[in-house]
Structure formats: C-alpha cells, structure tokens
C-alpha cells in the first residue's frame, strides 16, 4: 500500500466493474461474443483490458466492426452474454469489508459505474447491496462529468460544500484515476482488476492497493 499524504475523508465512492465485483472474465467473454456475432477476430485479454475503455465503440471499430453497428447493438449482445454466465460472478476479496468500512467510520458510500443500469441494479439486488449505497449511478460514459455530477447533488443533499479532496475514489481502471485527478478527488489504485498493475501505478493516484482487503487502513488515516 502506498501513500503520498493524509486527509480527512467525508465519501468513499467506488467503481463497480472490476473494482468491487470480480467481473474480468465474462466481460471479456462478452466481447468475445460481439466480435463473434460480427465474424471478426477477438482481442487478446491483455489488449482488451488495456484498450476497452473508455471508448467501447471506438475500440470495436478500430478492429473492424462495421459502421452502421449501433452501440445499442452491441449493448444487447452484452446483455445476453452476461445472463448467459451470470452465475461466474463474484465480488471481489474485501468489497464486504470495504463498504461495511465506510459504515463503520460513519462516512458516505457512493457508486458510480459505466456498467449498463439495468445490470448494474440485477447485480446490486443480487449480492444484496442496493441499500449500501447513498448515492449510485450506472452508465456512466464520462466519470470525470459523473465525479462532477456527485460533486453539484452533495451540496444539494446535506454534504454542505463537500471539497473534493475530501472524496476518495476507489477504481481499478487507469482512465478513472485521471478523471479523479482532474477533478481533484482522492485516488485509490486498486491493481487487481481490468487494468494492468503497472499501469495503475504510473497513473500516480494518490494510494495503491492490490486488495480491497486494505481498503480499511487507508480510510483508518482518513478520518
């Protein structure tokens, strides 16, 4: 775990794919699908994961997927392949842990994802986490707009001008700690998920885990 400074923290806001849930495998088993469908050859994992956002289009495009193909298409086929592997699903090590954290030390627990919203609800109700969140959003295209959405709601609902250093964001991808950045929120690295390990850590966020299981130390210094 690595730290570069202390802070006082108000609200956790987690990413959900890959961040909190364990989802690496079927998502890319869904991409693996479109480009079936499509008659295409499919990525390398490591290329999907170093390239899938955070333009999904743009990247099924560049590898051949014709133009008229509609993000909506592409989007159900998503859907069936995920509810055809819904059951290979976890969460990941310490996501319990980490939310029931947030709980204990009386801090604001919030969820923005690009997953798809009705997926995201089906999988909040299945591992029975629809009320752990006081804030969720789900598809997400931009999270640096999304991080500046939550930003305009808290001081709206009770947060009272909440600073954004004060909010600390947990993800696993490389092109959600830069949008944290350039907002000014807190950055937690979580290299266990969809981007690379050392990606995550030249992105520079402002603390790196390799588990969620630590998660709890950092907001112990955080509040």
Same mark, same amino acid.
């Given at each position: ?15 959900w ?32 994961r ?12 560049? $590898?051949? =997927? ?6 909506? @298409? *592409?989007d159900? !086929?998503?859907?069936?392949? /995920?509810?055809?592997n819904?059951?290979d ?15 204990? $030390?009386? =801090?604001?627990?919030?969820l923005?994802?690009? @997953? *798809?919203?009705? !997926?995201?609800?089906?999988? /909040? ?56 950045q ?20 030249a ?21």
């Amino acid at each position: 775990m690595k730290s570069k400074r202390r802070l006082k923290c108000k609200v956790v806001i987690f990413d959900w794919n890959g961040t909190l849930l364990n989802d690496l495998e079927i998502s890319y088993k869904s991409t693996v699908e479109i480009f079936r469908r499509f008659n295409l050859p499919p990525p390398p994992l490591h290329e999907y994961r170093s390239h899938i956002l955070p333009d999904p289009l743009g990247f099924y495009r560049l $590898r051949g =997927l014709p133009q008229n193909i509609k993000e909506e @298409e *592409l989007d159900e !086929i998503r859907r069936e392949s /995920l509810k055809n592997n819904w059951g290979d699903v976890t969460l990941q090590p310490g996501s319990l842990e980490a939310i029931a954290a947030c709980k204990n $030390r009386d =801090l604001s627990a919030g969820l923005i994802s690009g @997953e *798809l919203g009705d !997926i995201l609800e089906s999988r /909040l109700t299945q591992f029975e986490l629809t009320k752990a969140f006081t804030y969720t959003q789900g598809d997400v295209e931009d999270k640096e707009r999304a991080l500046l959405d939550f930003l305009e709601w808290s001081g709206e609902n009770g947060f009272k001008r909440i600073e954004p250093e004060r909010i600390i964001f947990v993800t696993d991808m490389v092109h959600d700690i830069y949008a944290a950045q350039r907002v000014g929120v807190t950055t937690v690295g979580l290299t266990a998920g969809y981007s690379e390990p050392k990606k995550i850590r030249a992105a520079r966020p402002n603390f790196i885990i390799n588990s969620l299981e630590l998660l709890p130390k950092i907001l112990s210094s955080a509040t």
